[in-house]
């Protein structure tokens, strides 16, 4: 009496992690292959026809020209990806550093303004005073950037 043991089909438990296994494996394929092409196109050292031939060797022969790809150019990938987060990371600081200088005009520099308006006449004493105080104690109100002592309550019409 000869009968056939299949491991993995006898025990539902071991079943269920054989299924895991593969499905695990199954998902890292993926994620290796799109890393792959993600790198094919961000490599600068490639030319239109190396990518195309790149490309197309992994997705009709996709086992293999993983593989090879690895194999050949797998090396730099990391070097190309540390490049790419720091260029990211460059252009990202450059942006934060143009709009805080966008900022809003500081105090003194709206503090000058309404010495000008006031010694122009085109504000009072007193509307000077209040809008100094509103400067100083930092309340704009809903002025937005660049906000003026016309848009912080105080008119000009005089």
Known sequence: MSSHVYLAYDYPLLSMFWTMLWFFLWIMWF???FRIIGDIFRDDSL???GKTGWLVFVVVLPFLGVFVYLIARGKDMGGR???HAQ???TAFD???RDRAGEARPSSIAELDKLSQMRS???ITD???RRAKELV???SRGDAGPGASATTTGVSSAH
Do not use: C
């Open 31 to 33: 994620v290796l292959l």
């Open 47 to 49: 030319g239109g026809w």
């Open 81 to 83: 990806e540390i490049k």
């Open 87 to 89: 260029a990211q990371q």
């Open 94 to 96: 450059s942006y934060i």
């Open 120 to 122: 122009r006449g085109d």
């Open 126 to 128: 007193d509307e000077f």
């Open 136 to 138: 100083l104690s930092g």
